[in-house]
């Protein structure tokens, strides 16, 4: 009874889950991007829809195959990202931020191939929109979940986050943690709000962690039946 009834704890729920690492163009066949694989944010797409949402999944780089029979839009950069997710923005009750948005992308794309020349070659960067903190600024009844890729004091920075961020729900990994994280198939998060550590999620499938994380979500999120 009590599987069947949390199954369906986001039915009726319109979620959108952002998912792997952004790409920023250098020059027609260079980037930049980082070592996330989608898999925290596919497996949340997986487990909203299991429990009754309507998934938009927005996808940048990932190293393994999306969850079939989930919308997925594809995008490359940060700005991408940023747009598509506006487009889902008003409509939909909940955002989960799980991907790794680049911080910084080059200041100028070449239109071509860049030549090798000097020994060394100075690339400028410019910071990205901060979609977390865009979406945190501009909410309405939408639920904001974010998370905090962290390799030392875990709980101050992600609440500080969390604050700065103005988003409902942190989930925090040390990223420094064995087989959790980046690449893995499992994942270790502490979760917070404004007011301190919810729950502390100890390593498991990122299944499992997604199914934790959204139940929770779930029953602060207003509205539920
Ligand atoms: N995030 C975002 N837009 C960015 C950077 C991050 O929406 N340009 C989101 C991430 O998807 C994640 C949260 O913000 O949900 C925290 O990302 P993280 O990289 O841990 O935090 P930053 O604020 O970028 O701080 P720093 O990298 O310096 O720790
Ligand atoms: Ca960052």
Not at 24 to 40: C, L, W
Not at 193 to 202: K, N, T
Request: one cysteine or more.
């Amino acid at each position: 009874l009590l599987v069947s009834k949390n199954k369906l704890l986001l039915s009726g729920k319109k979620v959108v889950v952002t998912a792997g690492g952004t790409i920023e163009r250098i020059d027609p066949v260079r980037y930049i991007t980082n070592d996330s694989s989608g898999k925290m944010g596919f497996a949340i797409a997986k487990v909203a829809q299991e429990m009754g949402a309507e998934v938009q999944l927005i996808a940048a780089n990932t190293s393994v195959e999306p969850p079939p029979g989930i919308s997925l839009e594809r995008v490359q950069s940060a700005g991408d990202m940023y747009d598509a997710v506006l487009r889902q923005w008003g409509a939909c009750d909940m955002v989960v931020m799980a991907a790794a948005v680049a911080d910084y992308r080059p200041l100028e794309v070449a239109q071509s191939k860049i030549k090798k020349k000097d020994s060394v070659l100075t690339l400028e960067l410019v910071k990205n929109v901060d979609i977390l903190e865009s979406l945190g600024h501009s909410k309405k009844h939408q639920f904001l979940v974010g998370f905090a890729a962290e390799t030392e004091n875990i709980e101050t920075y992600a609440i500080d986050k969390l604050e700065r961020k103005n988003c409902d729900l942190i989930a925090a990994n040390d990223v420094t943690v064995e087989g959790a994280g980046f690449g893995a198939d499992h994942n270790a998060v502490q979760i917070y709000d404004r007011s301190g550590m919810v729950e502390r999620i100890p390593v498991q499938s990122k299944e499992e962690v997604a199914r934790k994380l959204l139940a929770i979500a779930a029953g602060r999120m207003g509205g539920v039946m």
